[in-house]
């Protein structure tokens, strides 16, 4: 499956982006879909997850109550949309899948499918 990411840019603090995520080349739907991002110098963290039929999110610490995962598997897409975002939130998001039915994978190595990255900078 091959994976675009969009939606990154530069905002404020307290600002709200929505990154998407469109996949193409298999049936969506049978993808666990997440997202990881990783700043400069510091190892590629786990954001959220979200199952295969949309149901079951899971998400890190730093970002729970701030962020939602969704997926439209009509339109083979999944979304990230953040609010309140804070300067520590600045790094490049990556959209992930993952064959198999465990959203609650949080390792880069649980997740076999990368797109190429989108950069969200939060200023102060």
């Known amino acids: 499956v091959q994976l675009q990411a969009s939606g990154g840019g530069l905002v404020q603090a307290g600002d709200s982006l929505r990154l998407s995520c469109a996949a193409s080349g298999r049936t969506f739907s049978s993808f666990v879909m997440g997202w990881f991002r990783q700043a400069p110098g510091k190892e590629r963290d786990f954001v959220a997850a979200v199952s295969r039929g949309g149901s079951n999110t899971e ?4 970002v729970n109550g701030r962020f939602t995962i969704s997926r439209d598997n009509a339109e083979n897409t999944a979304y ?43 200023s102060s």
């Open 80 to 122: 990230l949309q953040m609010n309140s975002l804070k300067p520590e939130d600045t790094a490049t998001y990556y959209c992930v899948a993952r064959d198999g039915s465990d959203w609650r994978i949080r390792e880069t190595g649980g997740y076999t499918y990368w797109g190429q990255g989108t950069q969200v900078t939060v």
């Open 59 to 62: 998400y890190a610490d730093s």
